[in-house]
């Protein structure tokens, strides 16, 4: 590390002493809930053994669905690796629940760029396809609208719809409390509302989470914070029972519901990932942190700031120029274990509408509870950075980051 640099690194770690001790305490508190929940459920080796074929009388699996539920604070759960990605997970959610001419009313402005094919797309089985309709209300000043929120209920609202964390967009993210206020406010409108939480980087970054606060149904990725970095893929949902009894019918199919599924190789990690999760999170929150600090001090505007409470693991670094934010997540794959000497370049990928750049160099394919930096070609040319299973990584590769950033010119 260069001189200078390797100074206002020491004073940033001693800014940040007290910032890590709060993220160490919430870690601590989710790593009792965590256990507590193994304990309760009375977890032995023989959870561990897996289901073939249709997977029936799987109890690890169902297990394990109770060990989430209990986590959440939720009566009941699905933790498969059947479900493919966060975008299956919240696709569940939708399908399993709304009906023709059922209205789907998004609160947290636009949802995340994967969800517009799912209730948008046109000929492809989309919510709108089928008579769904979806209208989205942008957050006013970092909060909820309430105004226009209660404008836009009607009778056929069924589902609420909050995106926790901020995905591609500028705003802010959402935490807990007001998550919690939302509700609470909501509910008194009318109590047979279904608030749905799309709880994607959100798991373990507060000591609650939405369905402690009153959401009806979350949902989740497995190779992001709950999987602990060593779930190779799934998916979970988790909340009402009845809710979840439904959303069974699109877990697999309607009449087979949530009683099959083989978990093959899967469940120790699974187990043994969810155990690690709240750990993990405080690493990559512990980077976050230093990473805001960081950049802040030579001059980039950053969201969250260092001393600012979080909700998810996802750190924003405007680059206002888009050499710079290529350069920077190209250097975050150049300081990775996997697929350091591959340079990523920007590309159109599959369900985000503007070309993408994506430096990350994982274990496991996109898995972005690992350290991954990526952002759309769009200005400002915000960076997204997130994830690390050590702090000590993150901090190595955001400096390196920073220095050939630093050092840079047209
Ligand atoms: C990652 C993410 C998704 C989609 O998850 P995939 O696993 O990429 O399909 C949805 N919403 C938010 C907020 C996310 O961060």
């Given at each position: 590390m260069e001189g200078m640099l390797e100074e206002v690194v020491n004073i940033i770690e001693k800014k940040l002493i007290l910032r890590r001790q709060a993220v160490n305490e919430i870690s601590a508190y989710n790593v009792e809930k965590t256990l507590q929940?193994?304990?309760?459920?009375?977890?032995?080796?023989?959870?561990?053994?897996n289901s073939t074929g249709y997977g029936y009388d799987d109890y690890g699996r169902d297990t394990l669905d109770r060990i989430y539920a209990r986590i959440f604070g939720a009566e009941a759960a699905y933790v498969?690796?059947?479900?493919?990605?966060g975008t299956h997970a919240i696709a569940i959610c939708l399908f399993g629940i709304l009906r023709p001419s059922d209205e789907l009313l998004y609160i947290t402005g636009d949802p995340y760029d994967t969800l517009h094919e799912v209730i948008y797309g046109t000929n492809n089985g989309s919510l709108?396809?089928?008579?769904?309709?979806?209208?989205?209300?942008?957050?006013?000043?970092?909060?909820?609208?309430?105004?226009?929120?209660?404008?836009?209920l009607t009778k056929q609202t069924k589902m609420i719809a909050i995106q926790r964390s901020c995905g591609y967009a500028e705003r802010r993210s959402?935490?807990?409390?007001?998550?919690?206020?939302?509700?609470?406010?909501?509910?008194?409108?009318?109590?047979?509302?279904?608030?749905?939480?799309?709880?994607?980087?959100?798991?373990?970054?507060?000591?609650?989470?939405?369905?402690?606060v009153g959401a009806d149904l979350i949902a989740g990725s497995l190779i992001k914070n709950p999987g602990g970095g060593l779930v190779k893929t799934g998916g979970y949902i988790a909340g009402r029972a009845d809710l979840l009894t439904l959303c069974a019918g699109r877990l697999t199919a309607p009449g087979i519901g949530a009683h099959v599924g083989a978990t093959l190789g899967n469940l120790v990690d699974m187990y043994q990932g969810l155990f690690m999760a709240p750990h993990i999170v405080a690493e990559a929150l512990q980077g976050a942190l230093f990473t805001?600090?960081?950049?802040?001090?030579?001059?980039?505007?950053?969201?969250?700031s260092w001393d600012e409470q979080r909700t998810d693991i996802v750190q924003k670094i405007v680059f206002k120029h888009?050499?710079?934010?290529?350069?920077?997540?190209?250097?975050?794959?150049?300081?990775?274990?996997?697929?350091?000497?591959v340079t990523p370049f920007p590309a159109i990928i599959p369900g985000y509408e503007d070309e993408v750049i994506m430096?990350?160099?994982?274990?496991?394919?996109?898995?972005?509870?690992?350290?991954?930096?990526?952002?759309?070609?769009?200005?400002?040319?915000?960076?997204?950075?997130?994830?690390?299973l050590s702090y000590e990584h993150v901090k190595l590769a955001v400096v390196k980051a920073l220095t050939a950033i630093l050092n840079y010119s047209d």
């Open positions: 929940a193994f304990r309760k459920e009375q977890v032995s080796d023989t959870h561990f053994l498969r690796s059947q479900i493919v990605s709108q396809t089928i008579g769904v309709h979806c209208r989205s209300i942008a957050l006013l000043n970092d909060e909820f609208d309430l105004q226009a929120i209660e404008k836009a959402i935490n807990i409390a007001q998550i919690a206020q939302l509700i609470t406010h909501l509910k008194k409108i009318n109590s047979q509302l279904i608030i749905f939480v799309d709880n994607c980087y959100g798991e373990f970054v507060e000591k609650q989470e939405p369905t402690d805001a600090a960081l950049f802040a001090h030579f001059g980039f505007n950053v969201a969250p888009k050499k710079k934010l290529i350069k920077f997540c190209q250097m975050i794959q150049a300081w990775s274990p996997v697929n350091a000497h430096g990350a160099g994982t274990f496991i394919q996109g898995a972005s509870i690992e350290l991954s930096a990526d952002g759309c070609l769009r200005p400002p040319y915000t960076a997204f950075l997130q994830g690390g």
